[in-house]
Structure formats: structure tokens, C-alpha cells
């Protein structure tokens, strides 16, 4: 063999060396967040917090570069590119905020507190002034801009979420007590009074919401639930109509709103009717059915709503799915799936064309997984080098996703970037 034959082997035999140890690192790396081009590092994380009792309303807003929590005892701003804390609020002295606008309208949004009773120990008990004061917030910096009295539907802190909103410069909050169950708008930035909504004669309103163009509730007439569009200029009604056109759902199901550009409500009547996702368009015609169980997908855990498709993360036997459905017509676009039995999913968040979720696993590690909404393609598959374990939410800023928390002895945020 010449010299040049035998220099083209060695070049062979050393490339073949070298693409062995490359697979031997990348079994052995790959899924530890230490092999370059797909791995996710932490860039920062706030605080751990305490333990948080179970009352109370916990939720989390990106609002430009300021990435805001809402608790219990406070609501917290912190930028969005460093972690450092911006600012606190903090609500007057033992009260608790038990609810808070599920949206910012630009930087606004509204909170209610209130205060629980004590017995003669000390100790919290149900009875007290109940959530009753509404404020806004401007999540910018932290200032409360006004306040007002609200009606509450006890004396404890158990409203929860659906009882206030924000949205077109509007604040809308329900009125829940026994004697005057009542939907109102009041001006976002100001408080002033604007309105309260004509409700349907015979009903009384339930959850609310704000759409591109009306104001929404979901209201209880007689032994039936059914939703309600209401001018933004001036409260008066446009449309209600029954959540199920041919069966009706019962008065005492639940409903809330899952999205409201479209319109879509999850509703639940426990096991005697609806079990489903309903989608409206906004005339308030019945649109898309998506059921929570069905044949190819098992059970719908959790949903984010996007593009006009609703994305769902699912369960059925040993394996987990996202699947994807059309809100025109409920029909399923696609689904793929998620792991396995050994995997736990948390954190599904559509936004911008794409679908994202963490998939953890005490044995594999924790990987952020990024899928095309439109086909659901694979897009990405990131070892998280640092363990994210479950989340609430997901929220992309710039070239970091920003892992939203709840609950207590967690951190509220951590962010990574990719490496």
C-alpha cells in the first residue's frame, strides 16, 4: 500500500473513531442538558416561596419585559430578563387576594381581596367581610390605581376566578351577593362607573369575561345554564343563548371559560350530561364540540387555545398524547405522542405557530419538547440540564422560555435558554 493509500485509511479509521466516541457521548449526554445544540440551561430564577394556604387566587401575567405573580399575600413583578424583583404590592393588612382578571389589558389588571373571620383563637374561619374590594393594578410598576366595594357571595374568600375581567379599556366585575347579583363595567384606568348589564328577566350571571367585542357571561336561568353577550358601550344585551341547544345543561354543572377569541367554554355537568369543550361564534351560534374523552385520544388533562384550534394534552392507557382540534368544525387535526407512562407533561402553551410543553421523568430527566402547531411535527427535543419538574405554564420572552409555577415551597419563576 503507498503512503497516500495508507494516510486515506488512517483518515478513515480515525473518523470512524471519532463518530463512535461522538455517539458514545451523545448517549451518555444527551438527555443531561450538556450536549451543545439541544440543551436548555437556567438563565435565573426568583425566590422559593413559602407555603400558601389553599384559598386564595394564584396567576401570572407577561406584560412587556415585566413578568408579573399574583398570590395570596401579594402580587409580584419581576424583569422578565434578569429575575430581579421590580416591585411588590401588597394588600392592606390581613386581607388575602382571592381573585384576579385572567388577562392584563395592556398593563392593567384587576385583583379583589378580602378579609377572613377569626375565631376566638386566632385561627381563620369562613365567616368574615368575605372578597369584597376590587382594585386595579398597573402591573408596569406596581401602583394600585383605584379601588371600589364589590358584593361578595359569603363572608369567606372562595369566589375564585370568573368573577372579575379586563379587556377594552373596560373593568367588569360580578356582584355575587344574595340580594343584588349583578355584572358591571367601570372604566379600566379610572374606576368611574359605566354600567350595569341588562341580564335576561329570570336570570342571574355567573362566571364573566371580555371578548374583542363583547362583554360575556355565563348566567343561570331557571334550572339551565346558557351565555350572554353584552354591548361594551353600554351593557345592553345581544344575544344569550343555551350552552346545548338540543338537551340544555343543567343549572348546577360547571362552566367556565377556556378561551374567549373564539369563544369556547369547558363545561361539565358530572357525569349526567355535557362533558365537553364548547365553541361559539361570536353571534353566539354553536360552533365546535370537542367531548373530553373519545376513542383515539382517552381524556383531556389540560388545554391551551391558539390559532383557532384547541391543543390538548391527553391520557389513555400507558401513553400520553397532544392532540389537536379544529374550533370550526371539532374535528381532530392531528395528535402525537408524549412519552409514556414513565413521563409526566406539564406546561402546554400554543403561541406564535408553535406547541410546547416539559416532559419529565425521574429516570430520563426533564426536555422541553416544541412541536408545529399546524402538523404537529417535532420541532424541538431539549434536555433541561437542570431539573424544571412540573409547571403551570410556559411563557416564551424573547430567547427564553420562562417556567410559571404554583403553590407553596416553589419557585414562581425560573427561565432558561437554549445551549
Known amino acids: 500500500m503507498t503512503w497516500r493509500g495508507r494516510l486515506l485509511a488512517g483518515l478513515a479509521a480515525l473518523g470512524v473513531l471519532l463518530a463512535a466516541v461522538a455517539g458514545i457521548a451523545w448517549v451518555f449526554l444527551s438527555n443531561t442538558g450538556y450536549w451543545p445544540g439541544s440543551s436548555m440551561t437556567t438563565a435565573w430564577e426568583t425566590r422559593g416561596d413559602g407555603g400558601a394556604p389553599e384559598h386564595g387566587s394564584h396567576h401570572a401575567w407577561l406584560v412587556g419585559d415585566t413578568v408579573v405573580r399574583a398570590r395570596y399575600d401579594a402580587v409580584t413583578g419581576f424583569d422578565a430578563a434578569s429575575g430581579r424583583m421590580r416591585w411588590e404590592y401588597l394588600p392592606p393588612r390581613r386581607a388575602d387576594i382571592c381573585a384576579t382578571s385572567a388577562s392584563a389589558d395592556g398593563s392593567l389588571v384587576l385583583i379583589a381581596y378580602g378579609e377572613r373571620g377569626e375565631d376566638a383563637y386566632g385561627s381563620a374561619v369562613e365567616a368574615g367581610k368575605g372578597c369584597a374590594t376590587v382594585a386595579a393594578l398597573d402591573l408596569a410598576d406596581g401602583r394600585e390605581l383605584w379601588r371600589t366595594a364589590r358584593r361578595p357571595a359569603t363572608g369567606g374568600l372562595d369566589d375564585g376566578d370568573g368573577v372579575l375581567a379586563a379587556g377594552g379599556g373596560l373593568g367588569v366585575v360580578l356582584d355575587d351577593g344574595e340580594d343584588a347579583r349583578a355584572v358591571r363595567a367601570v372604566e379600566l384606568r379610572t374606576g368611574t362607573p359605566r354600567w350595569t348589564a341588562a341580564v335576561p328577566t329570570g336570570?342571574?350571571?355567573?362566571?364573566?369575561?371580555?371578548?374583542?367585542?363583547?362583554?360575556?357571561?355565563?348566567?343561570?336561568?331557571?334550572?339551565?345554564?346558557?351565555?350572554?353577550?353584552?354591548?361594551?358601550?353600554?351593557?345592553?344585551?345581544?344575544?344569550?343563548?343555551?350552552?346545548?341547544?338540543?338537551?340544555g345543561v343543567a343549572a348546577d354543572a360547571t362552566a367556565a371559560f377556556t378561551s374567549v377569541e373564539p369563544i369556547v367554554l369547558r363545561v361539565d355537568e358530572g357525569g349526567r350530561g355535557v362533558d365537553a369543550f364548547l365553541a361559539f361564534g361570536p353571534d353566539g351560534r354553536p360552533g365546535a364540540r370537542i367531548e373530553?374523552?373519545?376513542?383515539?385520544?382517552?381524556?383531556?388533562?389540560?388545554?391551551?387555545?391558539?390559532?383557532?384550534?384547541?391543543?390538548?394534552?391527553?391520557?389513555?392507557?400507558?401513553?400520553?398524547?397532544?392532540?389537536?382540534?379544529?374550533?370550526?368544525?371539532?374535528?381532530?387535526?392531528?395528535?402525537?405522542?408524549?412519552?409514556?407512562?414513565?413521563?409526566?407533561?406539564?406546561?402546554?402553551?400554543?403561541?406564535?405557530?408553535?406547541?410546547?410543553?416539559?416532559?419529565?421523568?425521574?429516570?430520563?430527566?426533564?426536555?422541553?419538547?416544541?412541536?408545529?402547531?399546524?402538523?404537529?411535527?417535532?420541532?424541538?427535543?431539549?434536555?433541561?440540564?437542570?431539573?424544571?419538574?412540573?409547571?403551570q405554564d410556559l411563557l416564551p420572552y424573547k430567547d427564553l422560555v420562562i417556567a410559571v409555577r404554583s403553590g407553596g415551597n416553589v419557585k414562581p419563576f425560573s427561565a432558561y435558554e437554549r445551549w
Open 292 to 391: 373530553s374523552t373519545g376513542d383515539r385520544y382517552g381524556s383531556i388533562r389540560s388545554v391551551s387555545v391558539a390559532d383557532g384550534r384547541l391543543f390538548a394534552r391527553t391520557s389513555g392507557g400507558r401513553w400520553g398524547l397532544l392532540a389537536a382540534f379544529d374550533l370550526a368544525t371539532g374535528e381532530e387535526l392531528w395528535q402525537t405522542g408524549l412519552g409514556g407512562a414513565r413521563y409526566t407533561v406539564s406546561g402546554l402553551h400554543a403561541e406564535g405557530g408553535r406547541v410546547m410543553a416539559v416532559m419529565s421523568s425521574a429516570k430520563y430527566g426533564d426536555a422541553l419538547h416544541v412541536f408545529d402547531a399546524a402538523t404537529g411535527d417535532e420541532e424541538e427535543d431539549r434536555a433541561f440540564r437542570d431539573g424544571i419538574g412540573p409547571v
Open 203 to 247: 336570570c342571574v350571571p355567573g362566571q364573566v369575561a371580555i371578548a374583542p367585542k363583547d362583554v360575556l357571561a355565563v348566567l343561570t336561568c331557571g334550572d339551565e345554564l346558557k351565555l350572554s353577550a353584552f354591548d361594551p358601550a353600554d351593557g345592553t344585551e345581544r344575544w344569550t343563548v343555551p350552552l346545548d341547544a338540543r338537551r
